[in-house]
Every structure is written in structure tokens, then in C-alpha cells.
């Protein structure tokens, strides 16, 4: 049973200074608690509701095996903790990782210019993880990929990638520049997408959902994209738009 001070800590998390200081952060549901075992991530603890063991005892066997305690607890309990509106009847705790320097390699990367919308940077990291693209570096005034809407929307992306590191890009474009990595933007003003072809080290940078790229990091980039339209639209959402620019550059 989930006690009232672990309550507490646990409805905390879901605020971000709690989460840095704590060192951990709450993922909820069987999916996403699912998709994270089967990445082999350690669990600091597990409750779930009576009704949630009787119709999943496969998985909790697992988790059990696996040297992950899980406990029982009530119906109430987990809705006094859980962000989302319907909880699935099984929460956990896990280790915020611990964000090291980034570190170039020769595979792809997204850069995430001032993404603010949590349902759309988990999009984004559930995205590049299907496309295979491991490495995601972050601006300070992104949304806190730990957030619950962003864990949520990412369905398990965070547990696959390799990298989800916070850094200035002012900083970290130069030396991916000098690593020979092509920097390139989605723009509304970049060349159509169907007459691109991308170079084998390449940088992708997202920008802000209502005001595109940072003045500041435009001058920076080798080429500019963008993904020709058909209809009135003003814009595609930043989500859409990584998915199309990713097929077509993996």
C-alpha cells in the first residue's frame, strides 16, 4: 500500500525542481512500465491494484524475477498520484538519469530548439527512436523531457534512445560542425524536402511550435528544409513535421 509520505513524494515528481532533486521521476500505465522492463531499466519501485495483478501477473512474475519488488495498492491511491486522467492500475519509480556531456558520435541527431509543448517533444522522441535516431540534444528552455505528458507521449522512447542530453546549441553546433556534421533547419524558407538529399553526418534542428527557429541559431545552419504544401494551412505541427523530414532523410 502506497503510505501517505510516499504519496506525497510521488504527486511531487510531477513537478520538475522536485524531480532533479529527488533523482527520479513516475512513469504510469502498462505500456509504458511494460516497454521499460523490456529495455532491461531498473525499477525503484512498483505498486499496482489488486484488479491490475489478477489480469497481468505475466509481466509482474517478470518484474518479480527480475529483482523488482511490486506492491499492491488501492484504487484511490493511485488516483491521487497519477497526472493522467484514467490511470491503468500500475505506476513506478525510476532513476532520473544523470545528464552527463554529450557525446559526438557519427550516427544522426536531433537538435530541439525551444519545443514546448509536452505532447509534442515525446512525439518527437517517440519519432526519432522509430526512425533510429538515438541521439537528442535539447535547448535550457525545451520542456522537461521527464515531464509526465512528455513520458506519456513518448510511449517508452526515453528507455531506447541513447542519448537525451540538455546543452546550449549555441555551443554544441560548432562542434558538431567541426566533427563534419551538416547542420540542418525546418524552415518554412528552406529547400523543398523531394529535392533534398541529406549528407551522411547530419543534424537536424526543430524549432519552437509558434515561433519557428531562435534568431540566434538560423545563421548557424548549413541548409534549411521544409516540407512543400498542398493545402491553405499555415503551418504543420512540429510533431509531423519530424516524422516526414526523418523518413525522408533515414
Not at 491511491?77 to 513506478?92: E, H, K, P, T, Y
Request: charged fraction near 20%; aromatic fraction near 6%; glycine fraction near 6%.
Amino acid at each position: 500500500m502506497l503510505s501517505n509520505s510516499q504519496i506525497k513524494l510521488v504527486k511531487s515528481l510531477h513537478i520538475k525542481k522536485i524531480r532533479v532533486a529527488k533523482k527520479q521521476f513516475i512513469i504510469e500505465g502498462h505500456r509504458l512500465i511494460e516497454e521499460a522492463f523490456r529495455a532491461k531499466t531498473k525499477f525503484d519501485a512498483v505498486w499496482c491494484t489488486e484488479e491490475y495483478a489478477e489480469k497481468n501477473s505475466e509481466l509482474l512474475i517478470a518484474l518479480k524475477q527480475a529483482q523488482n519488488i511490486w506492491k499492491i495498492t488501492s484504487e484511490k491511491s493511485l488516483s491521487q498520484v497519477c497526472d493522467s486522467r484514467n490511470n491503468q492500475g500500475i505506476i513506478a519509480l525510476i532513476t532520473l538519469p544523470e545528464q552527463a556531456p554529450f557525446k559526438i558520435d557519427n550516427s544522426p541527431l536531433l537538435l530541439l530548439d525551444n519545443i514546448s509543448d509536452p505532447g509534442n517533444m515525446g512525439t518527437i522522441l517517440r519519432t526519432s527512436e522509430w526512425f533510429g535516431v538515438k541521439n537528442v540534444i535539447f535547448s535550457p528552455k525545451c520542456v522537461d523531457p521527464y515531464n509526465s505528458k512528455v513520458i506519456r507521449s513518448a510511449m517508452g522512447a526515453h528507455f531506447h534512445l541513447n542519448q537525451i542530453v540538455q546543452d546550449n546549441l549555441i555551443n554544441i553546433i560548432p562542434k558538431l560542425k567541426n566533427e563534419g556534421f551538416t547542420i540542418i533547419g525546418a524552415d518554412m524558407d528552406g529547400i523543398p524536402l523531394n529535392k533534398f538529399s541529406p549528407t551522411k553526418k547530419w543534424a537536424l534542428v526543430l524549432g519552437n511550435e509558434a515561433h519557428g527557429l531562435s534568431p540566434h541559431i538560423k545563421p548557424l545552419l548549413d541548409e534549411s528544409v521544409t516540407i512543400s504544401k498542398l493545402g491553405n494551412i499555415e503551418s504543420l505541427n512540429v510533431a509531423v513535421a519530424s516524422g516526414i523530414i526523418l523518413n525522408s532523410f533515414v
